[in-house]
T-cell receptor, first 111, second 112 residues
């Protein structure tokens, strides 16, 4: 019973490189979210999706893109990584108006 | 613009003390409010509140929502060192789609 799985768990990038974070859930949830968390701060919403094929901007969407081609997967892309994107990234999923289930997080460092 | 404020941002108490954590929010089309506990890893779910005035309890933790005054409180009685964590509140709502945004959290340290 995997729940929400994020890959990779750790990654180091150089400024300007691109990468994709993968979030997969096996609970058939409609809603999926990407958050970032910086030291001493709560979770800030980057993008989210309310169903397959839909995406919407959150609080801090600049510099990120997302896709939800399959219901179980939600991809977060960084086209040209910047040091300001060094953070811990959390994916979460939920049914509509239900609690969120979180992945274990991805630690990303951009040098 | 949606806004979530938590207070205090940081708190140090002794074991056995009772603490009250506060969360106020301004969210378009408010639906519910979630409380989470985070201990250096992914947040874990505590409560989901949808109705005003109805207290939810789980052991030494309890929470209540006031939809008129737009706030919620989380109480922890007889605190233990294992309660040391960041407590996050997260209202759900939105203009086009419902989304969940988080407050900055209250960092609670319980010392023996």
């Amino acid at each position: 019973n995997a729940g929400v799985t994020q890959t990779p768990k750790f990654r180091v990038l150089k400024t300007g490189q691109s990468m994709t974070l993968l979030c997969a859930q096996d609970m058939n949830h409609e809603y999926m979210y990407w958050y970032r968390q910086d030291p001493g701060m709560g979770l800030r919403l980057i993008h989210y999706s309310v169903g397959e094929g839909t995406t919407a901007k959150g609080e801090v969407p600049d510099g990120y893109n997302v896709s939800r081609l399959k219901k179980q997967n939600f991809l977060l892309g960084l086209e040209s990584a910047a040091p300001s994107q060094t953070s811990v990234y959390f994916c979460a999923s939920s049914e509509k108006r239900e609690k969120l289930f979180f992945g274990s997080g991805t630690q990303l460092s951009v040098l | 613009e949606d806004k979530v404020v938590q207070s205090p941002l940081s708190l140090v108490v002794h074991e056995g003390d009772t603490v009250t954590l506060n969360c106020s929010y301004e969210v378009t089309n408010f639906r519910s409010l979630l409380w989470y506990k985070q201990e250096k890893k992914a947040p874990t779910f505590l409560f989901m509140l949808t109705s005003s005035g109805i207290e939810k309890k789980s052991g030494r933790l309890s929470s209540i929502l006031d939809k008129k005054e737009l706030f919620s409180i989380l109480n922890i009685t007889a605190t233990q060192t294992g309660d040391s964590a960041v407590y996050l509140c997260a209202p759900e709502g939105g203009t086009s789609y419902d989304k969940v945004i988080f407050g900055p959290g209250t960092s609670l340290s319980v010392i023996p």
